[in-house]
């Protein structure tokens, strides 16, 4: 069955999904044509049965709601061209993402701080050391550490080294949010734009356009900013988009980290006027991407020095800015696709109907 059942195809049908007024970014649906990895039917069968074997979610929320969530199809639009056991890491270990950032969630809304530290005791030592958590008790401590070994089976150690850097830096950034959750702190917009890269796993998602496009970058490569800005532009797009559409979320949830909310609290706007201003933000990331994007293609053609090494760097160069460009599209329809923000849809507009709202992790 299509993926795109009621919006775009891979043949660029316009889309019949109503996306709200105030979500709508006609640059996006214009200029940023959607597409689908060949192997999507398959991932989202086995994402779905992995999230079963790693007792990720229980099996009635599995089945009422894994393919309504959309995980699978938010990587098949991003990673286009990955071979499919590396997409099929990426998914899974998208859909681990999605379950930890719930159970972080649910640690804070039911006041579990002692849950909340060996969560994340043990998500340190599993990103260190996965073979030895396999079995681990608790699911989400094994689920990441599969998923972790997958990946570190398709680069070099040099790749896998950078990967557990920047994945535990996501980790501690998930405990100052906690922190400022239950304590009420709701970060300046400069502090809060700072943290949300971390939270959002912005070079998480940028590490892996590697194995996708089957290339370790060298740091002279990756570091430069040709590369590396509209990589950041491609991240910062998906995270204020989803500061904006997962507003009334966050607002009915009690929570204190979100651009709105942060414009609010300390730039002293409205919040008609925050949202206005998330708007106008993301409009000019666009904006930007698409000239950085030029700038990037540029630096790849130059990396072609008529070189066996130089032409297959400029092609996964080539490959990794397009997968940047794909981001755009695949996280904009997957905001009005996913269950995930249908927040008006949900008996409880604090508890999504998605989550394991018991003890996980305690029993």
């Known amino acids: 069955m299509p993926a795109f059942p009621h919006s775009t195809t891979t043949t660029s049908t316009p889309t019949a999904i109503a996306v709200p007024p105030q979500l709508a970014l006609p640059v996006i649906e214009a200029v940023f044509p959607r597409q689908l990895h060949a192997y999507w039917p398959q991932l989202q069968e086995k994402t779905r049965g992995w999230l079963l074997d790693k007792r990720l979610m229980p099996a009635d929320k599995v089945e009422e709601h894994a393919d309504g969530l959309c995980y699978t199809d938010l990587m098949a639009g991003y990673y286009i061209g990955a071979p499919?056991?590396?997409?099929?890491?990426?998914?899974?270990?998208?859909?681990?993402?999605?379950?930890?950032?719930?159970?972080?969630?649910?640690?804070?809304?039911?006041?579990?701080?002692?849950a909340w530290r060996r969560l994340r005791s043990a998500l340190h030592t599993a990103l260190d050391s996965p073979r030895e958590h396999l079995h681990h008790r608790d699911a989400l401590v094994a689920g990441l550490a599969d998923s972790v070994l997958r990946f570190y089976s398709f680069l070099s150690p040099t790749w896998n080294a950078r990967f557990a850097r920047h994945f535990h830096a996501v980790i501690e950034a998930y405990d100052r949010e906690f922190h400022n959750r239950t304590e009420g702190v709701v970060p300046t917009v400069e502090e809060y734009l700072?943290?949300?890269?971390?939270?959002?796993?912005?070079?998480?998602?940028?590490?892996?356009?590697?194995?996708?496009?089957?290339?370790?970058?060298?740091?002279?490569?990756?570091?430069?900013?040709?590369?590396?800005?509209?990589?950041?532009?491609?991240?910062?797009?998906?995270?204020?988009?989803?500061?904006?559409?997962?507003?009334?979320?966050?607002?009915?949830?009690?929570?204190?980290?979100?651009?709105?909310?942060?414009?609010?609290?300390?730039?002293?706007?409205?919040?008609?006027e925050a949202v206005r201003e998330m708007r106008r933000r993301i409009e000019e990331c666009v904006s930007e991407f698409l000239v950085a994007?030029?700038?990037?293609?540029?630096?790849?053609?130059?990396?072609?020095?008529?070189?066996?090494?130089?032409k297959e760097l400029s092609t996964a160069v080539r490959d990794c800015l397009g997968n940047m460009r794909n981001w755009f599209s695949a996280v904009y329809w997957f905001h009005h696709e996913s269950g995930r923000y249908m927040v008006d849809s949900w008996d409880d507009r604090s508890t999504p109907p998605y989550v394991d709202n018991e003890a996980a992790g305690e029993k």
């Open 194 to 272: 700072a943290l949300r890269r971390l939270t959002f796993a912005h070079w998480i998602w940028t590490d892996l356009l590697e194995p996708s496009a089957g290339r370790e970058l060298p740091d002279a490569v990756r570091k430069n900013p040709a590369y590396r800005r509209p990589a950041l532009l491609s991240q910062e797009f998906a995270a204020w988009y989803n500061d904006l559409c997962s507003l009334p979320k966050e607002l009915a949830g009690d929570e204190v980290h979100n651009l709105g909310i942060s414009l609010v609290k300390h730039g002293g706007l409205t919040l008609e």
């Open 84 to 114: 499919d056991e590396v997409l099929q890491a990426i998914a899974d270990y998208s859909a681990w993402f999605f379950v930890w950032d719930d159970r972080h969630d649910r640690c804070v809304v039911h006041g579990r701080p002692a």
């Open 293 to 310: 994007e030029q700038e990037g293609l540029r630096f790849a053609d130059g990396l072609a020095d008529g070189t066996v090494r130089g």
